[in-house]
């Protein structure tokens, strides 16, 4: 499975960004959950959203929870993460990930086991 992330850029703060994550060469891409996990500069990297393979189910981490949305669109093989009111804090490398164990992806820690990368996109939130 390759996954691409896409959609990252330079926005100032209070502005939004759609990040895109297309796989390919996933026969059962809807068996997997997938999240966003970004690293910042000098920080450890984080899961900041997730989407559950089976109902849906989605998670994030507080301080993006009510301004990041993460969907799914299965019959694309894509998972979106619509982001607004972009703070400073936001800026990071954004990666996307797959695993088939939702347990595992909500519980991300820096260094975990997941299943695929992508390659980051980059989002920087300056004025």
């Known amino acids: 499975v390759q996954l691409q992330a896409s959609g990252g850029g330079l926005v100032q703060p209070g502005g939004y960004l759609r990040l895109s994550c297309a796989a390919s060469g996933a026969a059962s891409f809807d068996y997997y959950a997938i999240g966003w996990i970004r690293q910042a500069p000098g920080k450890e990297r984080e899961v900041v959203s997730c989407i559950g393979s089976s109902d849906g189910s989605t998670f994030y981490i507080d301080s993006v929870r009510g301004r990041f949305t993460i969907s799914r669109d299965d019959a694309k093989n894509t998972v979106y993460l619509q982001m607004v009111s972009l703070k400073p804090e936001d800026t990071a490398v954004y990666y996307c990930?797959?695993?088939?164990?939702?347990?595992?992806?909500?519980?991300?820690?820096?260094?975990?086991?997941?299943?695929?990368w992508g390659k980051g996109t980059q989002v920087t939130v300056s004025s």
């Open positions: 990930a797959a695993d088939q164990s939702w347990i595992r992806m909500k519980g991300y820690y820096s260094g975990s086991h997941m299943d695929y």
